[in-house]
């Protein structure tokens, strides 16, 4: 049974376009996270959710928005998608937020190509 | 700001103890985490230190913590082709709201 599942594996598609990415835990957990993975491997925060509350990194354009219909859920939207954008993107979720100690799962990520 | 790093890569033979080195900014850190990343797939925790500890062993994993200097290692003994991956060092962030990653560590086990 996977813990945390993002759909889809693999997208392709055009500047300018926008797209979804969903993302679902089955663990019961109440926080949830969206991670962007570079072309060089670096990580780095998006988006935490938490009971509702929604704390973003502010270096994210406005062009991405997550959003969580229930607490199982965290989706990215992202619009006008430009080339930058290219990476791979990681969900994951804890039981509660990072401050105090929670294992984070992360689902299998998602790369993104914009040509 | 906070920052993690680490040394990008690491070369090892099979049976070696490999070593991998971070560092990290906030003193206020209450726990730090090691995190493998397979290729192609998604980061699983590998093991964690409280922040009271110097010293914590999981099997063939050791994690030594320098609070005074903020340095982490991760020591692999008998280091197997199978370790191969690339392994990040993570401090919470003071918000306490996500992980702070470090650039990660490749490291490579030849035979």
């Known amino acids: 049974d996977t813990a945390v599942s993002q759909t889809p594996k693999y997208l392709v598609t055009q500047m300018g376009n926008d797209k979804s990415i969903k993302c679902e835990q089955n663990?019961?957990?109440?926080?949830m996270y969206w991670y962007k993975q570079d072309s060089k491997k670096f990580l780095k925060i998006m988006f935490s959710?938490?009971?509702?509350?929604?704390?973003i990194n502010e270096t994210v354009p406005n062009r991405f928005s997550p959003k969580s219909p229930d607490k199982a859920h965290l989706n990215l939207h992202i619009n006008s998608l430009e080339l930058g954008d290219s990476a791979v993107y990681f969900c994951?979720?804890?039981?509660?937020?990072?401050?105090?100690?929670?294992?984070?799962?992360f689902g299998p990520g998602t790369r993104l190509t914009v040509l | 700001g906070e920052d993690v790093e680490q040394s990008l890569f690491l070369s090892v033979r099979e049976g070696d103890s490999s070593v991998i080195n971070c560092t990290y900014t906030?003193?206020?850190?209450?726990?730090l985490y090691w995190y493998k990343q397979e290729p192609g797939a998604g980061l699983q925790l590998l093991t964690y230190?409280?922040?009271?500890?110097d010293m914590k062993q999981d099997q063939r994993l050791t994690v030594l913590l320098n609070k005074k200097d903020k340095h982490l290692s991760l020591r692999i003994a008998d280091t197997q082709t199978g370790d191969s991956a690339i392994y990040f060092c993570?401090?919470?962030?003071?918000?306490?709201?996500?992980?702070?990653f470090g650039k990660g560590t490749t490291l490579s086990v030849s035979s």
């Open positions: 994951a979720s804890s039981q509660d937020l990072a401050g105090s100690h929670n294992e984070q799962f």
């Open positions: 663990l019961g957990h109440d926080t």
């Open positions: 959710y938490n009971n509702k509350e929604l704390i």
């Open positions: 906030d003193s206020s850190s209450t726990y």
């Open positions: 230190i409280f922040s009271n500890m």
């Open positions: 993570a401090d919470v962030n003071q918000a306490g709201t996500a992980l702070i």
